[in-house]
């Protein structure tokens, strides 16, 4: 990885659920503005870890920092921090009692206190960079799947996170609808914002990632740029992986 | 293109009809008829059983228990003011069981295990003890020791009572609102108490409207325990006018009656309220 500073950073991170050891000694880093794409078999522990960074989950031992905060459970800071990372879930997790407006609203409303009118101004403003401003009034089930993420994504960037996670955002989504989101997403990419994507969409991996992480069994396999990646990985694993992934 | 004509008819083969026994058995007609026969039967026997005691039908002197009116004018009767006393016992109970219960529920969810032992402990303690005695515990040991009255005594009985029975009914309601609700409300940077407020909550309404009215009536329902300890509300007045008149069975009829059509209104309001809740999500 070249120049920046890290805005997150994993520091022999070990997670442990019961006696499961769901993450083993990870350290990573990703700089600020950098985009992140990781990939692994299912059950490798790519959601725990993008879920540590916000603070879903809670790691066992090592350092994590993110935005030169300490994570760790009970910290003071973790609701600021949160503040700073939006995250964008498999399963949307809209607000089905509240129009899409709100949802975009509560949180700037509640969470920083902003006025009614400049919530609602923001959120309009994202709604337009998703590509959805006419659907504002209506509830989230009256939407399509594509139109839900692309809402969950705006919910997201209504707090002006500085760093965005995303955890499989299109892998429950019918195929025609995967594109609509993933062109979201390399816009928001466009515009300089820190990403976490973890996805098996490659094709986006190559047009937008800075580096390609493969994880399996809990640990970091391999760390790439995604021409090396994806051309020539060092890992039979990953390789084995790539092939299979690919083929489809 | 034309347009289908609106007489439509369709082209596949109609489904087997279900049996015609069937068909007359789950007719609303067919229900009807059975209810009011099944009624009827009842009243039947009760009436020819009284007649044959030589019970005295005085049902002429029960209108003026609801109402009367005289040179001074229209007045409630003492069945009326007893049913207000029961409506406010009961909603005053009700308001306060739901504050508690919405408290036990939280701690019990809280994760923090001296609150889950508090929660639990008291949950045990009321569910087991007979309301008839958690009463008398109110009224006769605490009631003296920090001197509150009878009212006061009720309200306190029906109230803990009742918030242990909904309490599970809020914790049932919060622990069916999906997972990734919490988890979108934490990413946004929502504290656990935002989160219940803004998003949890009200999607739990859904769920524990139809308990919460079953629990009203039956809170109504069981507000009568209190006459034993001489609350003048509806079935205490009953007993009075009884004991003033000896019509007890127009009486108890009467005010069995009435307990009916106030839980009837009741569950009907509700379920106004539930549809149109239904339909706004
Ligand atoms: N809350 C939990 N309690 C216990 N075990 C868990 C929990 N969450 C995850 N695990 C286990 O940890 C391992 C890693 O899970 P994780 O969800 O991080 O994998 P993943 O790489 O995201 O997989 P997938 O591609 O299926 O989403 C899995 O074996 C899973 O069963
Ligand atoms: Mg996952």
């Known amino acids: ?248 | 293109m034309i347009l289908a004509p609106d007489t439509h008819v369709p082209k596949g083969r109609p489904l087997p009809q279900p049996p015609r026994a069937s068909q007359v058995i789950d007719s609303v007609t067919f229900s009807i008829v059975l209810y009011a026969v099944i009624i009827g039967l009842i009243v039947y026997g009760a009436y020819s059983g009284a007649q044959a005691m030589g019970y005295n039908w005085q049902w002429y002197r029960v209108p003026q228990y609801f109402y009367t009116v005289t040179d001074d004018g229209f007045q409630w009767g003492e069945i009326m003011q007893g049913l207000v006393k029961t409506l406010t016992l009961s909603a005053t109970s009700f308001a306060f069981a739901t504050v508690l219960g919405l408290i036990i529920a939280l701690l019990r969810l809280s994760g923090l295990v001296v609150c889950t032992a508090v929660s639990i402990g008291f949950l045990e303690l009321i569910r087991n003890i007979p309301l008839l005695v958690l009463l008398y515990l109110f009224y006769y040991v605490l009631g003296p020791i920090f001197g509150f009255d009878r009212y006061t005594a009720s309200v306190l009985t029906l109230g803990v009572f009742h918030s242990v029975l909904i309490s599970e009914i809020f914790r049932a309601g919060i622990n069916a609102v999906a997972k990734g609700q919490w988890e979108a409300a934490t990413s946004i940077g929502m504290s656990k108490g935002q989160a219940y407020r803004y998003i949890i909550l009200p999607q739990s309404i859904r769920f524990m409207l139809p308990p919460m009215t079953g629990e009203v009536v039956h809170m109504v329902k069981s507000s009568a325990i209190v006459s034993v300890i001489a609350v003048a509300e509806l079935t205490t007045i009953g007993r009075n006018i009884i004991s003033d008149t000896y019509m007890s069975f127009e009486i108890w009829f009467t005010i069995a009656a009435v307990y009916m059509v106030v839980t009837l209104i009741l569950s009907f309001g509700v379920s106004i309220v539930e549809k149109r809740y239904a339909v706004s999500q």
């Open chain 1, 1 to 248: 990885m070249t120049g920046g500073t890290p805005i997150i950073a994993f520091d022999n991170v070990d997670k442990f659920y019961g006696d499961f050891h769901a993450l083993k000694d990870i350290s990573i880093s990703v700089r600020e503005g950098e985009r992140m794409v990781i990939c692994g078999p299912s059950g490798s522990g790519k959601s725990t870890l993008i879920r540590c960074i916000n603070g879903l989950e809670f790691h066992n031992s090592g350092v994590l920092t993110v935005d030169g905060v300490e994570v760790y459970e009970g910290s003071k800071n973790i609701l600021n921090l949160r503040q700073e990372v939006g995250m964008v879930f498999q399963q949307f997790n809209l607000f089905p009692h509240l129009t899409v407006l709100e949802n975009l609203t509560i949180g700037p409303m509640k969470v920083r206190k902003a006025s009614r009118e400049d919530a609602e101004e923001t959120a309009r403003k994202y709604l337009d960079r998703v590509h959805i401003p006419e659907q504002a009034e209506k509830y989230p089930s009256a939407l399509s799947g594509g139109q839900q993420q692309r809402v969950a994504i705006a919910r997201s960037l209504c707090m002006e996170s500085r760093i965005m996670l995303f955890d499989e955002p299109t892998s429950a989504l019918d195929p025609e609808m995967i594109n609509e989101v993933l062109d979201v997403m390399v816009e928001l990419a466009d515009t300089g914002m820190t990403m976490v994507v973890v996805t098996h969409e490659m094709g986006f991996a190559r047009k937008v990632a800075d580096t390609m992480v493969f994880m399996e069994e809990g640990r970091i396999v391999e760390v790439a740029e995604p021409e090396k990646f994806f051309t020539n990985p060092e890992s039979d694993r990953c390789r084995a992986f790539l092939e299979q992934i690919l083929e489809h």
